[in-house]
């Protein structure tokens, strides 16, 4: 059994790899369960897509907005215990677009596919604030079309986050992933650039197979991070 608190105290640097699972306890749903967002959609990922953005701005528009906001949402006992450890000694690295970790305090998150709460005209390119995004894609100003700041299927990832994401887990002597079935690249090849020696933990309610050395925690995070 692995002692996740013990380890955690006795790692120089922790970085950790999250996904959707992270924010689940918070009320925000994941992508691929029975219930999650991508749950009796035919085509989820042509929804998210660049494509349908640029083909049917009203149906992109209308799918994000209904399913994938919530902004009542507060970080939960994972985002919390993540940010005081990851301030005093190492960096988060997330899928999701919710913000929380940030919310939560974290100083050292890397957002690999965005934020949903950053809004920005695609005519003009100003920010909008993404309360007046609920209200309309449509910017007052110019009449350009909204979107929020997340990396779509057929996008390209930010080179920033790309850049951030390998030296935090470069860094690394422990690396806990958490969260996710860690199966989505590129965000699963991060772990390549992790040190020979690093200790890879996933913690995670259904157990997870992955192509390299790791110890499998096998529980609700939830639970977990609370007791830490």
Partial sequence: MVDLKATLADAKFVTFLTGA??????????YRSKNGLYANQQDPEYLLSTDNLQQHPADFYDFVKSSMYYPEAKPNAI????????????A?????VDGLHTAAGAKHVVEFHGN???VYCQKC??????????????????????RPDIVLYGEALS????????????????????????RVAP???????????????AVNEEKLQLP?????????????????
Avoid: W
Wanted: hydrophobic share 45%; with cysteine.
């Fill in 21 to 30: 699972g992270v924010s689940t306890a918070s009320g925000i749903p994941d």
């Fill in 79 to 90: 985002h919390e215990k993540m940010a005081a450890i990851s301030n005093e000694k190492g």
């Fill in 92 to 96: 988060i690295i997330t899928q999701n």
């Fill in 116 to 118: 949903l709460y950053h």
């Fill in 125 to 146: 390119h100003a920010t909008v604030d993404y309360r007046q995004y609920l209200q309309s894609d449509r910017h007052a100003a110019d009449n350009g079309i909204l």
């Fill in 159 to 182: 080179e920033q986050a790309i850049s951030q994401a390998v030296t935090a887990v470069s860094q690394a002597d422990l690396i806990v992933i958490c969260g996710t079935s860690f």
């Fill in 187 to 201: 965000f699963s090849l991060l772990v390549n650039y992790a040190q020979n020696d690093a200790r890879v933990i």
């Fill in 212 to 228: 390299f050395p790791f110890e499998m925690l096998q529980a609700d995070a939830l639970d977990v991070f609370q007791q830490l």
